[in-house]
């Protein structure tokens, strides 16, 4: 038996080990980006001093000059709004796609579906070239519609996916009762369907809006002006000088803008994974 | 009621697609007007430049290198957090920080962590006496060739680590609790279990984590664009910086477009051995 123990105590050494070396290699960056916001000048660009304590107090001055001398809050508006209006228009088109793909039997539902799973795969790096073209013939180039144009391509795909799969599990029997009961499939589908699908709704709009967030490479290309700039593509570009990295401002708007994402998408995360493991789990 | 979806996505996906064709088969430049049809020159071109060839390598060695070290940290990862244990709720919060953060600004925390002069790694190394690093010289992370594909690939797998963790973990917990629990009681140890049962059982979920990890590295640009902006003299640039570069801030739109296309053969492999996969799940 004591070798039987000994074996248990090692195999749980090293899950610990595991566990705790990589949620430290995970979360470092972030760490840094809190101590570093807090950081004087001083403190931050002299090689002397050890970078993991705080040598002089602790100072809020990033965080004033973030807000008040910076497009900080200008470029979070921006994206809040540009979130908000994807949201809305991937919601009204994928709801109902969602509801057809989920209730059209047979062959021609199931290839619809894959092939709106398989839309997944092109990247943005692939179509921003005449995207850009298009956006400028259509006079969105510089301003957020551009963003609000094309961000729904890559999120209704998603978004019909995963609501696809919560139609699914809602017996069509409801429905054919309520149809009975004198209303119409469309009627059924938005007093019915939709109000028991509630969760699986507010599902979409969290990842919607944080997939808006993490988009780099369109706004990048589409947006020169500083003022009309998404949060991820005015910070890591507008908080730098030429070649002078404002890095206490930098980390502090890196940190205030991942947190809230990160806390809101963690209540969120089992359904995520449901959109993106295909058929490989049941 | 599915085709207004179904419109919107063909318009804003499959149009431009086409139109990435049409240009890569052409002289289009930003401001130009016209249409001429050029053939296959773009192609050549290209295919003469050493710069672009350059970029095709480094697109493979940044997307095996980082899909190597992707796959054995998140199966390591999933294994050691199947377990319910106290604290898995903050572990997970802390451990998935890399994926949900905007990709622009983990990278950005990074090159500050990276930075020449006042890196807080190089601060530590130069301090540890087996290492017998010049502390006026340290390395300098994205200012040498090597060290600097070294880093972005290690920023890569950093964030793409905890998306593959989590499908695994989907996975494991998807394993019947009883076919290990049978051959732990048949005798089988830790680590027979873990190569004959655990492993054998999650290769399929690996594998869509693999192919998803693929289309996400090979296409991807923010990491490179944010820490090294392709450099030094190129040796970092991938496919898709280098469509970015030529194509967007060039402006030469047909040349950017043909090397934007070079990525469709890897898509196209992906979605095949994708569709391949789900296929097979279902018979089984």
């Given amino acids: ?282 | 009621m599915f085709y207004p979806a179904m419109i919107y996505v063909l318009a804003v996906i499959g149009l431009p697609f086409a139109l990435a064709v049409v240009y890569a088969f052409s002289d289009i430049k930003v401001g130009s007007v016209g249409y001429h049809f050029v053939g296959l020159q773009n192609f050549k071109s290209i295919l003469h430049s050493a710069t672009f060839l350059r970029a095709l390598y480094d697109s493979f060695i940044f997307t095996v290198g980082s899909q190597i070290l992707v796959l054995v940290g998140s199966t390591l990862l999933a294994l050691a957090l199947e377990k319910k244990f106290r604290g898995r709720g903050l572990v997970r919060f802390l451990m998935l920080l890399p994926w949900v953060a905007p990709v622009s600004i983990g990278a950005i925390g990074w090159k500050w962590i990276l930075d020449s002069l006042y890196s807080v790694i190089n601060w530590v190394l130069v301090r540890v006496p087996i290492f017998h690093l010049d502390k006026f010289n340290p390395p300098q992370w994205l200012g040498e060739p090597a060290l600097a594909m070294a880093s972005v690939i290690v920023v890569h797998t950093w964030r793409l680590l905890p998306f593959s963790t989590v499908i695994l973990l989907a996975g494991l917990s998807a394993i019947p609790k009883e076919i290990p629990e049978a051959a732990e009681i048949d005798g089988a140890g830790f680590w027979r279990k873990m190569f004959q049962i655990n492993i054998p059982m999650l290769l399929p979920i690996l594998n869509v984590a693999l192919l998803f990890g693929i289309v996400f590295t090979f296409t991807d640009m923010t990491v490179v664009y944010i820490l090294t902006r392709g450099g030094p003299y190129d040796t970092t640039q991938v496919v898709p910086s280098l469509a970015f570069f030529t194509g967007v801030l060039g402006g030469d739109l047909s040349e950017g477009a043909a090397i934007s296309l070079f990525m469709v053969p890897i898509l196209v492999i992906v979605a095949y051995l994708m569709l391949r996969a789900a296929n097979r799940s279902e018979v089984t």
């Fill in chain 1, 1 to 282: 038996m004591a070798r039987g123990r000994v074996r248990e105590l090692l195999v749980e050494g090293g899950r610990w080990a595991v566990v705790v070396s990589f949620s430290v290699a995970l979360a470092f960056p972030f760490y840094w980006m809190l101590i570093t916001t807090f950081k004087q000048d001083a403190d931050l660009y002299n090689t002397a001093n050890n970078p993991f304590i705080f040598n002089l107090k602790p100072t809020l001055v990033h965080l004033q000059v973030l807000f008040r001398d910076t497009m900080y809050l200008r470029w979070a508006g921006n994206t809040a709004l540009v979130g908000a209006l994807v949201v809305l228009i991937t919601l009204v088109l994928s709801l109902p796609a969602a509801y057809a793909l989920a209730r059209l039997t047979g062959k021609w539902g199931e290839r619809m579906g894959i092939a709106m799973f398989l839309t997944y795969l092109v990247p943005p790096t692939l179509l921003f070239i005449p995207l850009s073209r298009v956006v400028a013939l259509l006079g969105l180039q510089d301003t957020i519609w551009s963003l609000v144009f094309v961000y729904p391509s890559f999120t209704i795909p998603f978004s019909t996916w995963l609501l696809m799969g919560f139609f699914k599990s809602i017996p069509r029997e409801l429905e054919d009762a309520a149809m009975v009961d004198g209303l119409t499939r469309f009627g059924a589908f938005v007093r019915l369907v939709v109000p028991i699908s509630i969760s699986g709704i507010l599902t979409v709009v969290i990842f919607t809006f944080t997939l808006v967030t993490q988009e780099f490479v369109y706004a990048l290309t589409f947006i020169a002006p500083e003022r009309n700039q998404m949060v991820g593509v005015g910070v890591p570009t507008f908080l730098i000088r030429g070649d002078v990295y404002f890095w206490g401002e930098l980390m502090a708007a890196c940190l205030i803008t991942s947190l809230p994402i990160a806390l809101l998408y963690n209540l969120f995360l089992d359904r995520f994974i449901a959109g993106f493991t295909v058929g490989a789990i049941k």
